[in-house]
């Protein structure tokens, strides 16, 4: 039997409920109705998870009087954008909608950012549920309130912050995920590890091949403790005023590596891992003691089958251009979340151009 764990993000009266277990259709169903009591709710998806869960959703409203709309975008990150919003306000719209219809968005971070930016502008906002299909999404991408689409300036540079009303993960949606993407989820996990939770990175470290295997309890607890870490950062600092930019660690390396090769070649979890290693690497550069930190991350990386190195073929000039559109990157500064030892970062200004470059052939 395996658990149904519960953690409570904390944001007075817009706190919410993550829920973990398997298949919670019915549980999903039975908190949107008896909160809010709808006759229609939109389903807000992609055409890769459409066809796998739309039918499991539908049975779990059956016979409850709530009529579901489904909503499929093109699967990928080049549909995140207003192109789709609009669409999928087109089509809502036709259909019609009030205040209190929910979206319930479903499926990876790509339907989820959309659909969760969908819920926050629909009307000025209806309410919304996160339903993760994905292990990134599960862990990062579906709490915390952050939607959004991508423009050709950059990713998620339209949003708005905008808390669901409830997470609901069913953990066995994972077993139809590429293992290609269940590992670059990995990568998110273990950066959990290496910014909060030394005994989380401990424990990957002892076993992650059983997360990689689909071992459902091992999944469930190990969802369960980044969503705690998340939900407590969160609550700290909802709207990134300092605390929240931790979850960056890696990202200002991995964003831009994504962007020098046009989004083709590394999911995002491979351009953060890679960025995890440069950035550790940058920390040592800047006198930090780090022991084998290096060492036991680029290990964990490649048991998870995901990339340690710099592309070969990208220059870091180019990098280091890429990382001025950073957001966390102030007036020209380069800004980068670098750790301190094992389950501590901080966010370090003044990052120079020799540095980077140098850590970034140091890893070569
Ligand atoms: P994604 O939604 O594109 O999903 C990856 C692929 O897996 C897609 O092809 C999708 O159709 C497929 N898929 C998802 N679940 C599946 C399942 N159960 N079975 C079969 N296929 C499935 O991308 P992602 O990796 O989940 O998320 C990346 C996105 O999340 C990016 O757009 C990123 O900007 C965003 N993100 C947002 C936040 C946030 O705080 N809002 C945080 C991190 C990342
Ligand atoms: N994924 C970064 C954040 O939610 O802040």
Redesign the pocket.
Known sequence: MTSHEKVRVDLGDRSYDIEIGVALWNRLAEVLIGRFHPKRAIVVT????GP??EKSLQDAFQGSGVELSFHRME???EH?NLETVHQLYDEILSRGCDRKTPVIAM???????TG?FVAATLLRGVPYIQVP??L??MV??SV?G???VDTPHG??LIGAFYQPALVAVSID??E???KR?VC??LA?VIKYGVIWDAALFAELESGIERLIAGDRDSLIQTVKRCCEIKAEVVSKDEFEGGLRAILNYGHTVGHAIEAATEYGEY???EGISVGMVVETEIASLLGRDLGDLKDRLINLFRRANLPVAPPEKVDPHRIWELMHSDKKTLGGDIRMVLPSKLGKVDLVPGITREVFEKAWRNCG
């Open positions: 992609d055409s890769n998870v796998l869960y699967a990928g990150e995140k499926g990876g971070g790509v339907p989820g950012d969760g299909t994905s990134l999404a990062d991408s915390g952050k939607t959004g990713k998620n949606t994972l139809t995920l590429p993407e670059a989820g998110e999911l995002h979890g």
